[in-house]
């Protein structure tokens, strides 16, 4: 038994060291920081314009504030928005802009009702920089009377928004984008802005399942090497080979213990008796054969 393991000593090495070798390009992988495909740079802004009145001293309105919604005559929207890529190379890529309305139930937690009002659409291009240059005024109480007409028909009121996006595709996927969301049936309201790039992020992630089946492929091979070049592997094939001039026999051999030559290899007994030009004897494990009375002796068990 402590023959064997100290055999398989080699082979828990290497396994060992694959494992470890593994672990290490996975903390390394999850501990330094991802080198980035593109660079993002987003200036998108927009300024709320108010209906005439007597209470304000301008009719524009910075981004970033509360508005009375019935004051609010439009909101204009500027996309500035710049990809490229860090190797300089052309990109493929189209995008749109979209405005859609969205009804929700039960404090916001039921989507009942959504309508798309598609605003405008380019067509592919392919630039070493994507720069996305949009001025867009956007008519607010359209989309608040639009609602209303929705409410009124079925009598009912809902928590509603109205998103504005600008996807940016790549390679026909969607790849970073912009969302300005407004709410619609709100006093006072509050425009938020939110930038989505995940797409765009640790693009040198390791992909785990990858590392897992390389794990066991290694191991799986390093086991068939090993068992391909193990003596008793090697011994087999060498039976195959010479099975015609290998004798079984029944009985135990009554062997002269003084008269012993013990062989290293199977191989080496099978070219002595070819040389010799007689046949080996097989008891169990044990293959053996005799010159003048001597007993040239392999004994497999013992590997």
Known sequence: MAEKIKKLLPLLGIILLVILLSLVIIFINKNIP??????????????????????????????????????????????????????KEKINYSYDIAATIKSYADNGTKLIWTKDFPIKRQKKLSQKVIKIKENYELDYQFYVNYLKTFQEYYNIKTESYLYVKLNVKINDKDSAAVLLTIPLSENIIEITEKEDKNSFENKQNMDYKKVIVFIILTIADIYLIFRTLSPKEKDKIILKEYHDIIIPI???????????????????????ALNNDINVFNYQNIYYIIIDNIYYIYNMNQE
């Open 34 to 87: 991802k080198a980035k495909t593109y660079q993002l740079k987003n200036k998108t802004s927009y300024t709320v314009t108010l209906n005439p009145n007597n209470y304000y001293a301008s009719d524009k309105i910075k981004a970033h504030n509360y508005y009375i919604a019935k004051a609010i005559k439009s909101i204009d929207i500027y996309f500035d928005y710049e990809i490229k890529k860090q190797n």
């Open 250 to 272: 029944q009985n135990k051999p009554n062997i002269n213990t003084d008269h012993i030559l013990y062989l290293a290899s199977l191989k080496a007994l099978i070219n002595i």
